[in-house]
Protein backbone atom coordinates (compact mmCIF):
# COMPACT_ATOMS: atom_id res chain seq x y z
CA UNK A 1 0.00 0.00 0.00
CA UNK A 2 1.16 3.60 -1.05
CA UNK A 3 4.25 2.06 -3.12
CA UNK A 4 7.04 4.38 -3.58
CA UNK A 5 5.05 6.25 -6.27
CA UNK A 6 2.07 6.69 -4.72
CA UNK A 7 4.01 8.60 -1.58
CA UNK A 8 6.23 10.73 -4.02
CA UNK A 9 3.14 12.40 -6.04
CA UNK A 10 1.15 12.92 -2.60
CA UNK A 11 4.54 14.34 -1.47
CA UNK A 12 5.26 16.34 -4.58
CA UNK A 13 1.61 17.44 -5.09
CA UNK A 14 2.28 19.00 -0.70
CA UNK A 15 5.44 20.25 -2.03
CA UNK A 16 4.87 22.49 -4.96
CA UNK A 17 1.84 24.20 -3.18
CA UNK A 18 4.35 24.33 0.10
CA UNK A 19 1.56 22.77 1.76
CA UNK A 20 3.69 20.94 4.46
CA UNK A 21 3.58 23.37 7.06
CA UNK A 22 -0.21 23.19 7.79
CA UNK A 23 0.71 19.39 7.65
CA UNK A 24 0.94 19.17 12.03
CA UNK A 25 0.00 15.46 12.99
CA UNK A 26 -3.24 17.26 14.92
CA UNK A 27 -4.33 18.82 11.58
CA UNK A 28 -3.62 15.47 9.35
CA UNK A 29 -6.21 14.04 12.25
CA UNK A 30 -8.71 16.79 12.05
CA UNK A 31 -8.77 16.25 8.39
CA UNK A 32 -9.32 12.99 8.69
CA UNK A 33 -12.20 13.23 10.90
CA UNK A 34 -13.81 16.14 8.88
CA UNK A 35 -13.55 13.87 5.79
CA UNK A 36 -15.09 11.35 7.15
CA UNK A 37 -17.90 12.78 8.34
CA UNK A 38 -18.56 13.87 4.96
CA UNK A 39 -17.92 10.40 3.59
CA UNK A 40 -20.51 9.54 5.87
CA UNK A 41 -22.83 12.11 5.00
CA UNK A 42 -23.64 10.13 1.84
CA UNK A 43 -25.69 7.51 4.27
CA UNK A 44 -27.12 10.23 6.53
CA UNK A 45 -31.09 9.50 5.49
CA UNK A 46 -30.39 5.81 4.78
CA UNK A 47 -27.84 2.72 3.77
CA UNK A 48 -28.13 3.57 0.06
CA UNK A 49 -25.78 6.13 -1.60
CA UNK A 50 -24.28 7.51 -4.91
CA UNK A 51 -21.32 5.28 -5.51
CA UNK A 52 -19.54 8.07 -7.29
CA UNK A 53 -20.03 10.36 -4.60
CA UNK A 54 -18.49 7.40 -1.63
CA UNK A 55 -15.67 6.95 -3.86
CA UNK A 56 -14.33 10.90 -4.01
CA UNK A 57 -15.10 10.77 -0.21
CA UNK A 58 -13.48 7.75 0.85
CA UNK A 59 -10.38 9.22 -1.17
CA UNK A 60 -10.36 11.80 0.70
CA UNK A 61 -10.05 10.02 3.67
CA UNK A 62 -7.41 8.11 2.17
CA UNK A 63 -5.24 10.74 0.70
CA UNK A 64 -5.67 12.53 4.71
CA UNK A 65 -4.32 8.75 5.76
CA UNK A 66 -1.41 8.45 3.62
CA UNK A 67 -0.28 11.93 4.31
CA UNK A 68 -0.03 11.04 8.15
CA UNK A 69 1.49 7.81 7.62
CA UNK A 70 4.21 9.78 5.55
CA UNK A 71 4.62 12.34 8.04
CA UNK A 72 4.99 9.85 10.92
CA UNK A 73 7.58 8.20 9.04
CA UNK A 74 5.37 5.05 9.15
CA UNK A 75 4.39 2.80 5.99
CA UNK A 76 0.38 2.25 6.05
CA UNK A 77 0.82 -1.48 5.37
CA UNK A 78 2.97 -2.28 8.00
CA UNK A 79 1.08 -0.42 10.58
CA UNK A 80 -2.35 -2.45 9.42
CA UNK A 81 -0.64 -5.67 8.95
CA UNK A 82 0.77 -5.34 12.43
CA UNK A 83 -2.66 -4.29 13.89
CA UNK A 84 -4.60 -7.24 12.10
CA UNK A 85 -1.99 -9.48 14.39
CA UNK A 86 -3.40 -7.71 17.59
CA UNK A 87 -6.79 -7.82 16.43
CA UNK A 88 -6.54 -11.72 15.25
CA UNK A 89 -5.50 -11.82 19.21
CA UNK A 90 -8.57 -9.75 20.61
CA UNK A 91 -11.39 -11.58 18.71
CA UNK A 92 -10.28 -15.07 18.36
CA UNK A 93 -12.32 -17.63 15.39
CA UNK A 94 -13.81 -19.64 18.36
CA UNK A 95 -15.55 -16.73 20.04
CA UNK A 96 -15.90 -14.01 17.44
CA UNK A 97 -17.63 -15.69 14.48
CA UNK A 98 -20.61 -14.79 13.55
CA UNK A 99 -21.13 -11.64 16.33
CA UNK A 100 -20.35 -8.18 16.42
CA UNK A 101 -19.87 -7.44 19.86
CA UNK A 102 -16.82 -6.01 21.35
CA UNK A 103 -13.93 -7.77 22.43
CA UNK A 104 -14.45 -7.32 26.16
CA UNK A 105 -17.98 -8.39 25.51
CA UNK A 106 -17.30 -11.59 23.62
CA UNK B 1 -1.66 0.53 -2.16
CA UNK B 2 -3.69 -2.47 -0.58
CA UNK B 3 -1.84 -4.86 -2.58
CA UNK B 4 -3.30 -8.27 -3.36
CA UNK B 5 -1.52 -10.44 -0.95
CA UNK B 6 -2.83 -7.39 2.15
CA UNK B 7 -6.40 -7.46 0.42
CA UNK B 8 -6.55 -10.99 0.49
CA UNK B 9 -5.20 -11.31 4.25
CA UNK B 10 -8.06 -8.75 5.27
CA UNK B 11 -10.68 -10.74 3.55
CA UNK B 12 -9.53 -13.24 5.41
CA UNK B 13 -9.92 -12.37 8.48
CA UNK B 14 -13.05 -11.20 7.86
CA UNK B 15 -14.52 -14.58 6.59
CA UNK B 16 -12.76 -16.76 9.17
CA UNK B 17 -15.26 -14.70 11.42
CA UNK B 18 -18.35 -14.44 9.23
CA UNK B 19 -18.09 -10.64 9.66
CA UNK B 20 -18.74 -9.52 6.23
CA UNK B 21 -22.96 -9.30 7.07
CA UNK B 22 -21.89 -6.59 9.37
CA UNK B 23 -19.76 -4.95 7.00
CA UNK B 24 -22.58 -3.05 4.27
CA UNK B 25 -21.00 0.20 2.99
CA UNK B 26 -22.91 2.29 5.67
CA UNK B 27 -21.97 0.05 8.57
CA UNK B 28 -18.28 0.63 7.40
CA UNK B 29 -18.46 4.49 7.00
CA UNK B 30 -19.78 4.81 10.44
CA UNK B 31 -17.00 3.17 11.53
CA UNK B 32 -14.51 4.89 9.56
CA UNK B 33 -15.71 8.04 11.57
CA UNK B 34 -15.59 6.19 14.69
CA UNK B 35 -12.00 5.14 14.61
CA UNK B 36 -11.28 8.95 12.78
CA UNK B 37 -12.90 10.26 16.48
CA UNK B 38 -10.22 7.78 18.33
CA UNK B 39 -7.39 8.86 16.41
CA UNK B 40 -8.73 12.68 17.11
CA UNK B 41 -8.45 11.72 20.41
CA UNK B 42 -4.90 11.81 20.75
CA UNK B 43 -4.49 14.97 20.26
CA UNK B 44 -7.93 16.46 22.28
CA UNK B 45 -5.95 18.88 24.65
CA UNK B 46 -2.92 19.45 22.42
CA UNK B 47 -0.71 18.85 19.74
CA UNK B 48 1.85 16.65 20.60
CA UNK B 49 0.11 12.81 21.16
CA UNK B 50 1.62 9.00 22.22
CA UNK B 51 2.92 8.25 18.82
CA UNK B 52 2.41 4.61 19.81
CA UNK B 53 -1.21 5.03 20.34
CA UNK B 54 -1.91 7.51 17.08
CA UNK B 55 0.04 4.54 15.06
CA UNK B 56 -2.46 2.09 16.35
CA UNK B 57 -5.60 3.96 15.87
CA UNK B 58 -4.66 5.20 12.26
CA UNK B 59 -4.05 1.57 11.59
CA UNK B 60 -7.99 1.14 12.51
CA UNK B 61 -8.86 4.10 10.33
CA UNK B 62 -6.71 2.56 7.36
CA UNK B 63 -8.32 -0.80 7.91
CA UNK B 64 -11.87 -0.01 7.69
CA UNK B 65 -11.30 2.26 4.58
CA UNK B 66 -10.03 -0.43 2.78
CA UNK B 67 -12.57 -3.08 3.74
CA UNK B 68 -14.74 -0.43 1.99
CA UNK B 69 -12.81 0.19 -0.56
CA UNK B 70 -12.88 -3.59 -1.36
CA UNK B 71 -16.78 -3.76 -0.39
CA UNK B 72 -17.24 -1.50 -3.40
CA UNK B 73 -15.20 -3.42 -5.45
CA UNK B 74 -12.57 -0.21 -5.78
CA UNK B 75 -8.74 0.18 -5.52
CA UNK B 76 -7.61 2.37 -2.72
CA UNK B 77 -4.42 3.75 -4.97
CA UNK B 78 -6.27 4.19 -7.71
CA UNK B 79 -9.23 6.44 -6.46
CA UNK B 80 -6.61 8.02 -4.35
CA UNK B 81 -4.72 8.96 -7.57
CA UNK B 82 -7.71 9.42 -9.54
CA UNK B 83 -9.04 12.05 -7.09
CA UNK B 84 -5.71 13.63 -7.28
CA UNK B 85 -5.68 14.47 -10.44
CA UNK B 86 -8.92 17.05 -9.72
CA UNK B 87 -7.56 18.55 -6.70
CA UNK B 88 -4.68 19.42 -8.82
CA UNK B 89 -6.88 21.25 -11.34
CA UNK B 90 -9.24 22.71 -7.73
CA UNK B 91 -5.62 23.92 -6.43
CA UNK B 92 -3.29 25.11 -9.18
CA UNK B 93 0.18 25.69 -8.17
CA UNK B 94 0.19 29.23 -9.06
CA UNK B 95 -2.72 30.24 -7.09
CA UNK B 96 -2.76 27.79 -4.22
CA UNK B 97 1.08 27.45 -3.12
CA UNK B 98 1.30 28.56 0.78
CA UNK B 99 -2.72 28.94 0.99
CA UNK B 100 -4.59 26.84 3.39
CA UNK B 101 -7.73 28.43 2.04
CA UNK B 102 -10.29 26.50 0.55
CA UNK B 103 -10.59 26.41 -3.42
CA UNK B 104 -13.24 28.82 -3.72
CA UNK B 105 -11.67 31.10 -1.94
CA UNK B 106 -8.59 31.32 -3.59
CA UNK C 1 -32.38 23.83 28.62
CA UNK C 2 -34.94 23.37 25.89
CA UNK C 3 -38.05 24.81 27.12
CA UNK C 4 -40.78 23.79 26.22
CA UNK C 5 -41.50 26.44 23.72
CA UNK C 6 -37.85 25.65 21.59
CA UNK C 7 -39.01 22.26 21.88
CA UNK C 8 -42.10 22.70 20.20
CA UNK C 9 -40.88 25.02 17.69
CA UNK C 10 -38.23 22.67 16.77
CA UNK C 11 -41.54 19.68 16.26
CA UNK C 12 -43.13 21.81 14.66
CA UNK C 13 -40.57 22.34 11.84
CA UNK C 14 -40.17 18.99 11.18
CA UNK C 15 -43.79 17.98 11.19
CA UNK C 16 -44.46 20.77 8.96
CA UNK C 17 -42.24 19.15 6.65
CA UNK C 18 -43.08 15.88 7.25
CA UNK C 19 -39.42 14.84 8.16
CA UNK C 20 -40.08 12.57 11.73
CA UNK C 21 -39.69 9.59 9.43
CA UNK C 22 -35.75 10.24 8.78
CA UNK C 23 -35.53 10.92 12.25
CA UNK C 24 -34.35 7.44 13.47
CA UNK C 25 -32.57 7.81 16.67
CA UNK C 26 -29.10 6.53 14.27
CA UNK C 27 -29.75 8.49 11.33
CA UNK C 28 -29.78 11.25 14.24
CA UNK C 29 -26.57 10.25 15.90
CA UNK C 30 -25.20 10.08 12.24
CA UNK C 31 -26.55 13.56 11.64
CA UNK C 32 -25.00 14.56 14.68
CA UNK C 33 -21.09 13.33 14.06
CA UNK C 34 -21.69 15.26 10.54
CA UNK C 35 -22.67 18.72 11.65
CA UNK C 36 -19.51 18.34 14.72
CA UNK C 37 -16.92 17.80 11.96
CA UNK C 38 -18.53 20.66 10.02
CA UNK C 39 -18.04 22.92 12.97
CA UNK C 40 -14.15 20.94 13.48
CA UNK C 41 -13.93 22.15 9.76
CA UNK C 42 -13.56 25.98 11.38
CA UNK C 43 -10.17 24.74 12.97
CA UNK C 44 -8.96 22.36 10.62
CA UNK C 45 -5.63 24.44 9.81
CA UNK C 46 -5.20 26.25 13.29
CA UNK C 47 -7.04 27.24 16.39
CA UNK C 48 -8.50 30.62 14.83
CA UNK C 49 -11.47 30.46 12.99
CA UNK C 50 -14.41 32.62 11.85
CA UNK C 51 -16.97 33.27 14.88
CA UNK C 52 -20.16 33.72 12.62
CA UNK C 53 -19.52 30.07 10.94
CA UNK C 54 -18.47 28.64 14.20
CA UNK C 55 -21.55 29.89 15.93
CA UNK C 56 -23.61 28.28 13.05
CA UNK C 57 -22.02 24.88 12.89
CA UNK C 58 -22.57 24.94 16.91
CA UNK C 59 -26.38 25.10 16.37
CA UNK C 60 -26.38 22.80 13.99
CA UNK C 61 -24.85 20.42 16.11
CA UNK C 62 -26.86 21.77 19.26
CA UNK C 63 -30.51 21.08 16.91
CA UNK C 64 -29.33 17.51 16.28
CA UNK C 65 -28.84 17.00 20.10
CA UNK C 66 -32.16 18.47 20.87
CA UNK C 67 -34.16 16.69 18.48
CA UNK C 68 -32.41 13.25 19.51
CA UNK C 69 -32.90 14.05 23.13
CA UNK C 70 -36.68 14.60 22.43
CA UNK C 71 -36.78 11.83 20.12
CA UNK C 72 -35.29 9.34 22.75
CA UNK C 73 -38.38 11.43 25.55
CA UNK C 74 -35.69 12.88 27.79
CA UNK C 75 -34.92 16.38 28.87
CA UNK C 76 -31.75 17.35 27.72
CA UNK C 77 -30.46 19.53 30.61
CA UNK C 78 -31.24 16.85 33.58
CA UNK C 79 -29.41 13.97 30.98
CA UNK C 80 -26.84 17.04 31.24
CA UNK C 81 -26.55 16.68 35.33
CA UNK C 82 -27.15 13.79 36.03
CA UNK C 83 -23.92 13.16 33.96
CA UNK C 84 -22.33 15.93 35.42
CA UNK C 85 -22.77 14.20 38.96
CA UNK C 86 -21.33 10.88 37.30
CA UNK C 87 -18.37 13.07 35.99
CA UNK C 88 -17.19 14.64 39.79
CA UNK C 89 -16.69 11.26 40.96
CA UNK C 90 -14.33 10.22 38.25
CA UNK C 91 -12.75 13.07 38.32
CA UNK C 92 -12.66 14.07 42.05
CA UNK C 93 -10.96 17.66 42.20
CA UNK C 94 -7.83 16.92 44.53
CA UNK C 95 -7.25 14.50 41.81
CA UNK C 96 -8.05 16.33 38.67
CA UNK C 97 -7.39 19.51 39.42
CA UNK C 98 -5.13 21.10 36.67
CA UNK C 99 -4.49 17.79 34.65
CA UNK C 100 -5.97 16.98 31.44
CA UNK C 101 -5.62 13.53 31.88
CA UNK C 102 -8.62 10.83 31.65
CA UNK C 103 -9.81 9.45 34.66
CA UNK C 104 -7.99 5.93 34.62
CA UNK C 105 -4.45 7.49 34.53
CA UNK C 106 -4.97 10.05 37.14
CA UNK D 1 -31.70 25.86 27.11
CA UNK D 2 -28.66 25.61 29.93
CA UNK D 3 -30.77 27.99 32.05
CA UNK D 4 -28.24 30.31 34.60
CA UNK D 5 -28.33 27.64 36.65
CA UNK D 6 -26.92 24.68 34.61
CA UNK D 7 -24.27 26.97 32.69
CA UNK D 8 -22.75 27.93 36.40
CA UNK D 9 -22.97 24.13 37.58
CA UNK D 10 -20.83 23.71 34.19
CA UNK D 11 -18.41 26.71 35.00
CA UNK D 12 -18.19 25.74 38.75
CA UNK D 13 -17.34 22.46 38.04
CA UNK D 14 -14.37 23.64 35.30
CA UNK D 15 -13.63 25.93 37.83
CA UNK D 16 -12.55 23.96 40.56
CA UNK D 17 -10.69 21.74 38.44
CA UNK D 18 -9.33 24.62 37.01
CA UNK D 19 -10.00 23.08 33.63
CA UNK D 20 -10.44 26.26 31.47
CA UNK D 21 -7.06 26.42 30.26
CA UNK D 22 -7.90 23.43 28.10
CA UNK D 23 -10.89 24.56 26.93
CA UNK D 24 -9.77 26.38 23.57
CA UNK D 25 -12.47 26.85 21.06
CA UNK D 26 -10.90 24.56 19.08
CA UNK D 27 -10.28 22.00 21.72
CA UNK D 28 -13.61 22.08 22.62
CA UNK D 29 -14.98 21.55 18.94
CA UNK D 30 -12.32 18.87 18.94
CA UNK D 31 -14.18 17.07 22.18
CA UNK D 32 -17.43 17.68 20.34
CA UNK D 33 -16.58 15.43 17.23
CA UNK D 34 -14.81 12.76 19.36
CA UNK D 35 -17.91 12.18 21.87
CA UNK D 36 -20.49 12.57 18.69
CA UNK D 37 -18.33 9.42 17.56
CA UNK D 38 -18.97 7.77 21.28
CA UNK D 39 -22.70 8.07 20.49
CA UNK D 40 -22.77 7.14 16.55
CA UNK D 41 -20.72 4.00 18.08
CA UNK D 42 -23.78 3.11 19.78
CA UNK D 43 -24.99 2.28 16.50
CA UNK D 44 -22.06 0.89 14.74
CA UNK D 45 -23.47 -2.37 13.16
CA UNK D 46 -27.31 -1.20 13.56
CA UNK D 47 -30.03 0.77 13.94
CA UNK D 48 -30.60 -0.53 17.37
CA UNK D 49 -28.42 0.79 20.27
CA UNK D 50 -28.66 0.65 24.34
CA UNK D 51 -30.67 3.74 25.24
CA UNK D 52 -29.05 3.91 28.49
CA UNK D 53 -25.34 4.19 26.79
CA UNK D 54 -26.94 6.33 24.01
CA UNK D 55 -28.30 8.81 26.83
CA UNK D 56 -24.75 9.06 28.40
CA UNK D 57 -23.04 9.88 25.09
CA UNK D 58 -25.75 12.05 24.32
CA UNK D 59 -24.97 13.75 27.46
CA UNK D 60 -21.55 14.07 26.75
CA UNK D 61 -21.88 15.45 23.74
CA UNK D 62 -24.08 18.37 24.73
CA UNK D 63 -22.03 19.26 27.59
CA UNK D 64 -19.49 19.82 25.18
CA UNK D 65 -22.00 21.79 23.15
CA UNK D 66 -23.20 23.93 26.13
CA UNK D 67 -19.35 24.37 27.06
CA UNK D 68 -18.29 25.82 24.03
CA UNK D 69 -21.33 28.33 23.66
CA UNK D 70 -20.16 29.96 27.12
CA UNK D 71 -17.15 30.12 25.81
CA UNK D 72 -17.68 31.85 22.91
CA UNK D 73 -20.35 34.14 25.01
CA UNK D 74 -23.11 32.64 23.08
CA UNK D 75 -25.98 31.43 24.43
CA UNK D 76 -27.35 28.00 23.01
CA UNK D 77 -31.42 28.49 22.99
CA UNK D 78 -30.74 32.04 20.98
CA UNK D 79 -28.38 30.26 18.59
CA UNK D 80 -30.40 27.95 17.58
CA UNK D 81 -33.85 29.80 17.42
CA UNK D 82 -31.57 32.27 14.72
CA UNK D 83 -30.47 28.85 12.87
CA UNK D 84 -34.18 27.96 12.83
CA UNK D 85 -35.04 30.80 11.19
CA UNK D 86 -32.51 30.61 8.20
CA UNK D 87 -33.59 26.40 7.89
CA UNK D 88 -36.91 27.61 7.15
CA UNK D 89 -36.14 29.55 4.35
CA UNK D 90 -33.72 27.10 3.02
CA UNK D 91 -36.23 24.13 3.56
CA UNK D 92 -39.88 26.48 2.07
CA UNK D 93 -42.30 23.49 3.34
CA UNK D 94 -43.62 23.29 -0.12
CA UNK D 95 -40.73 22.04 -1.79
CA UNK D 96 -39.20 20.53 0.92
CA UNK D 97 -41.94 18.19 2.64
CA UNK D 98 -41.58 14.61 2.96
CA UNK D 99 -38.38 14.92 1.12
CA UNK D 100 -34.73 14.29 2.74
CA UNK D 101 -32.68 16.08 0.00
CA UNK D 102 -30.15 18.74 0.70
CA UNK D 103 -31.57 22.39 0.19
CA UNK D 104 -29.44 22.97 -3.20
CA UNK D 105 -31.38 19.28 -4.54
CA UNK D 106 -34.87 20.68 -3.90
Request: hydrophobic fraction near 40%.
Amino acid sequence: MADPSLRDELADFVAERDWAQFHTPENLAKSISIEAAELLECFQWGPDADTGRVRDELADVLTYCLLLTDRLGLDAETIVRDKLERTREKYPVEKARGRSAKYDEL
